[in-house]
Nanobody, 124 residues
């Protein structure tokens, strides 16, 4: 069992930055690949980024490549999403997730554990 709690969301102007955190608890946390998803108003939840259990491999959706960076600190049981050059279309609720499968799997049903989400709003 893994419990996830996100933080760090907020309101930012276009071009600004935010750093999301996801605190994980559970003895088996380090066995899981971790990821971030988001759900914009009126849209489906979509994959944003994933990171392997070791942190050595990452994968991003095309629209955030070069702007977002996912990382993890297993000593602190925390996953991060650094978001730079934010755009209004990045506005969404951002969710942290964990999977025993592949870090690059964008299918929501493959991710077992979810946080409650944190709101990110980017104004133009």
């Amino acid at each position: 069992q893994v419990s996830l709690v996100e933080s760090g969301g907020g309101l930012v102007q276009a071009g600004g930055s935010l750093n999301l955190s996801c605190a994980a608890s559970g003895r088996t946390y380090t066995r899981y690949a971790m990821g971030w998803f988001r759900r914009a108003p009126g849209k489906e939840r979509e994959f944003v980024a994933g990171i392997s259990w070791s942190g050595g491999n990452t994968h991003y959706r095309e629209s955030v490549k070069g702007r977002f960076t996912i990382s993890r600190d297993n000593g602190k049981s925390t996953v991060y999403l650094q978001m730079d050059s934010l755009k209004p279309e990045d506005t969404a609720v951002y969710y942290c997730a964990a999977t025993a499968g592949q870090y690059f799997d964008s299918r929501r049903e493959r991710w077992t554990y979810w946080g409650q989400g944190t709101q990110v709003t980017v104004s133009s």
